[in-house]
């Protein structure tokens, strides 16, 4: 599994020993990035997937600048370790059955990361945006699958909150969700 290579052996420990504490569990875990425009939005989209008269989704929450392209940014690979090492802590806590990658718009991550051009060549909006957010989702989709195939895997691309201003043209298309998995 990715992260295993640099685990110490009481962090296997904790990882391998059966839990002990009340158990309270988690639909899903979900990822997204650090920019404070969105928590809302995030909150506001999770709250969106329950159906009429259910029980609201639960879920754990990691942070990491970029969201899925923070898993595989070469400026700080200790994020991937990140990742996979909460991703395994919340299956083992919570029995998660869903991971959410919640990518969003105008994301500086994706730029200050080089896997965006700069907002002249890819405008906030842009179909151009919506397919490298896409790729990376995907991309990370792909390797929760391979390592965790229980796991459904749902990407979705946030908009600009309505009073946020982008750095680029104004944002004019729809977020669109992708699920991969059972
Ligand atoms: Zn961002």
Not at 139 to 147: F, H
Request: aromatic share 8%; net charge negative; charged share 20%.
């Amino acid at each position: 599994m990715p992260g295993d290579h640099i685990r110490q052996g009481h962090q296997m420990d904790f990882l391998e020993r059966s839990y002990q504490g009340k158990s309270h569990d988690a639909d899903a875990l979900v990822l997204t990035c650090i920019d404070f425009r969105f928590p809302h939005q995030i909150v506001d989209y999770m709250d969106s997937l329950t159906p009429p008269g259910k029980p609201k989704i639960t879920y754990d929450h990691i942070v990491l600048a970029g969201a899925s392209l923070g898993v595989f940014s070469g400026v700080f690979p200790q994020w991937a370790t990140t990742f996979w090492d909460h991703l395994a802590v919340s299956i083992k806590l919570h029995r998660i059955k869903q991971v959410y990658l919640l990518d969003h718009r105008d994301c500086g991550g994706y730029r200050e990361f080089g896997a965006l051009p700069t907002t002249d060549q890819a405008p906030v909006g842009s179909e151009i945006e919506t397919q490298i957010h896409q790729h990376y989702m995907d991309r990370l989709a792909i390797l929760i699958r391979n390592t965790h195939p229980d796991l459904e895997v749902i990407s979705h691309l946030l908009d600009l909150p309505p009073t946020a201003s982008a750095s680029g043209s104004r944002t004019n298309q729809k977020g669109k969700t992708t699920r991969r998995g059972s």
